[in-house]
């Protein structure tokens, strides 16, 4: 989604800039822009395309580009296409306007009013968006004063944003603020940069902070002053980011995809430490221990989520149900939030979140609040609004994701589940021993992964053999029938090829005319409660031609002899299952999308964390 990358200091700021952009990459986008304020000019440059486009324009362009200060901007589209026009930054009426250049993320709701009203005054607009009826808005109130100007701005606007903006009339000043989109400010010695994530700050500072929501930051060379937009000064809190420059770069890997699909046994690793105690029998969650006894006495507990998320909180709905026996369910939060949800007392709403900014998990976690549930998040990306704004959480600890498909974020995201299960579990049936014994087979977990990922070259050439095809169905039952749903998001969204994931028992209800002579049906056919079911159901597959891929429990012979291609996973108790079996998928998704010559890393449309609902 939309990524902004602002500097401001001693320094050249085009340089940092077009940088800053390359690391901001990853969020997804279609189109890219600078601004550059030097003595007396705003230089501006857009293109559509990637980045590596607007840098090569910028050398063709006659002005210099020259100056300390910048603001700078990926576009995924909302409103208007994809244009040059419509790309940002967008600036204040031209001609008559006073240089004042704008950068976006987030949707102006009440945008159409506001134009009309600037129309009326006179005001010409050269793009669709909304984000120009921003840049005219300050414009029009602007008297001298940018921050003054831009807190009287956001005063008007309803919806959400996080802006960076300069005038060419105030060359020392940047004026940046934030409601619901993110927004980080690295403070370096005599400089600061601005970015929507920490991918674009750590390699110039690590100390930073956020904004609050309806709050700003006025910055010059070598001072800060933060305010509400009610122009009420506060105090931010500077922290130091979790993040170094190596965690988000390629290293020996080819995709950003690739790499973290290894990192997997690493990254459980991390997020095992210190909250497995074998000894003692108990899961050690910090983050939610003041929670425990409002949590062991839940009266339904909800998981929220989008995507890939989405399908984690479907893995923690059977297991809160089996492991800790509370009335569980997942919903969409796109869905949540707007249908009214009723939300008893004793209801826990968790938020399931990669990147911690998904919009529509965002409001769902608004509502939830309001209607007065407890809410927790389990998030990767420290300092993340659904982690600031949720009572408690955990963190998923699995270093950051730069691939748009999300692979390590999953299986942390269903590990941190599992261990939430357990923590709620043994404070109400689950037993010493049978905790004892998840906790111990949970420990083994990231060995396992480890030698299913050295499994890489087989599932390669298993999925050469049906790569050509269009259309896959992914089955799977109980726990594994999230998996199949990740399997098959995973393989449509970098591949582009049409696949279905669904309950295997569906498949009869309607889906199963869809199988011809040869279609790639993947079957996740562990050795689990559901085994002889998901057996019959692979019959029914091959009596109507489908190939069978499966994903099987190593040494399945039954299985070896059903189907065309097995991807073996070691033998690990139900609950951990899904920890296992995605990672096949996940790879077959990636080398599917190879085959079939697509960008893995930055699949078209797509954003990696998106922030508009
Ligand atoms: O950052 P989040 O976990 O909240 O993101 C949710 C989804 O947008 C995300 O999982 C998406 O589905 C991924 N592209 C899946 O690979």
């Known amino acids: 989604m939309c990524g902004i990358i602002a500097y401001i200091g001693s320094r050249e700021a085009s340089p940092i800039l077009i940088e800053g952009l390359k690391r901001l990459e990853y969020r997804g986008y279609d189109s890219a822009g600078l601004a550059v304020v030097g003595d007396d000019t705003l230089d501006i440059s857009r293109s559509v395309g990637r980045v590596r486009g607007l840098e090569e324009q910028l050398g063709r362009e006659t002005a210099t580009f020259s100056g300390s200060m910048g603001i700078a901007h990926t576009r995924w589209a909302t409103h208007g296409g994809v244009t040059v026009e419509n790309a940002h930054p967008h600036r204040d009426d031209l001609g008559r306007g006073h240089s004042i250049a704008v950068v976006h993320n987030g949707i102006i709701e009440n945008y159409l009013t506001l134009k009309k009203w600037l129309e009326e005054k006179g005001?010409?607009?050269a793009s669709e968006t909304d984000t120009e009826v921003l840049a005219h808005l300050i414009g029009e109130l602007y008297d001298g004063d940018l921050e003054r100007a831009v807190q009287a701005a956001l005063r008007e606007v309803t919806g959400a944003y996080a802006i960076a903006v300069v005038c060419a009339k105030e060359p020392d000043v940047m004026v940046v603020g934030r409601k619901g989109s993110p927004l980080m400010i690295g403070v370096g010695s005599n400089e600061y940069v601005v970015a929507s994530d920490p991918s674009a700050i750590v390699a110039h500072t690590k100390q930073a902070f956020t904004l609050d929501d309806y709050s700003v930051a006025k910055l010059t060379r070598d001072s800060f002053r933060t305010s509400t937009i009610d122009n009420i000064e506060i105090t931010p809190q500077i922290r130091e980011l979790e993040l170094d420059l190596g965690q988000i770069?390629?290293?020996?890997?080819?995709?950003?995809?690739l790499k973290e699909i290894h990192e997997q046994p690493t990254a459980l690793r991390r997020s095992l430490q210190g909250r497995l105690?074998?000894?003692?029998?108990s899961v050690?969650?910090?983050?939610?221990?003041?929670?425990?006894?409002h949590l062991a006495t839940a009266k339904r507990i909800v998981f929220v989520g989008q995507g890939t998320a989405l399908h984690a909180g479907m893995v923690g709905e059977y297991l809160v149900e089996n492991l800790a026996k509370i009335p569980a369910e997942v919903e969409f939060a796109s869905?949540?939030?707007?249908?009214?949800?009723?939300?008893?007392?004793?209801t826990v709403v968790i938020?399931?979140?990669?990147?911690?900014e998904t919009a529509d998990t965002l409001a769902a976690i608004e509502e939830a609040?309001?209607?007065?549930?407890l809410t927790l998040g389990l998030v990767n990306v420290v300092g993340s609004t659904i982690s600031r704004e949720t009572d408690a959480g955990i963190y998923l600890r699995v270093g950051p994701e730069i691939g748009v498909a999300s692979t390590k974020a999953f299986i942390g995201q269903l590990l941190v589940t599992t261990m939430l299960a357990?923590?709620?579990?043994?404070?109400?049936?689950?037993?010493?021993?049978?905790?004892?014994?998840?906790?111990?087979?949970?420990?083994r977990v990231p060995d396992q992964v480890e030698s299913v990922i050295a499994q890489s070259d087989q599932i390669k050439t298993a999925t050469a053999r049906y790569v050509n095809r269009d259309n896959w169905l992914f089955l799977g039952r109980g726990l594994n029938y999230p998996v199949a749903l990740e399997g098959a998001l995973k393989l449509k969204e970098i591949s582009y090829i049409h696949a279905e994931g669904m309950p295997a028992a569906e498949m009869k209800h309607g889906p199963i005319a869809l199988i011809d002579e040869g279609m790639p049906v993947v079957v996740v056919a562990t050795r689990n409660s559901q085994y002889e079911k998901v057996l019959s159901n692979i019959e029914e597959v091959r009596s109507r031609g489908g190939h069978v891929i499966a994903v099987a429990t190593e040494g399945d012979e039954t299985i070896r002899s059903l189907c065309e291609e097995v991807f073996w996973v070691p033998d690990v108790p139900e609950p951990l299952q899904p920890l296992v079996t995605v990672v096949p998928l996940q790879l077959l998704a990636y080398h599917a999308a190879l085959m079939r010559g697509k960008d893995v890393d930055k699949p078209r449309n797509l954003a990696k964390s998106v922030t508009v609902e």
């Not at 609040?369 to 549930?373: E, L, S, Y």
């Not at 709620?424 to 087979?441: K, M, V």
């Open 284 to 293: 050690v969650l910090g983050g939610i221990t003041e929670h425990a006894r």
């Open 369 to 373: 609040k309001q209607k007065g549930a």
């Open 249 to 257: 770069e390629l290293g020996e890997f080819e995709h950003y995809m």
């Open 277 to 281: 105690d074998l000894r003692g029998g």
């Open 422 to 443: 357990a923590f709620i579990g043994r404070r109400r049936f689950l037993s010493q021993e049978d905790l004892h014994n998840l906790l111990t087979a949970m420990d």
């Open 123 to 125: 005001h010409v607009f």
């Open 351 to 356: 938020a399931i979140s990669q990147s911690g």
């Open 335 to 346: 869905e949540f939030r707007y249908r009214n949800p009723i939300v008893e007392p004793g």
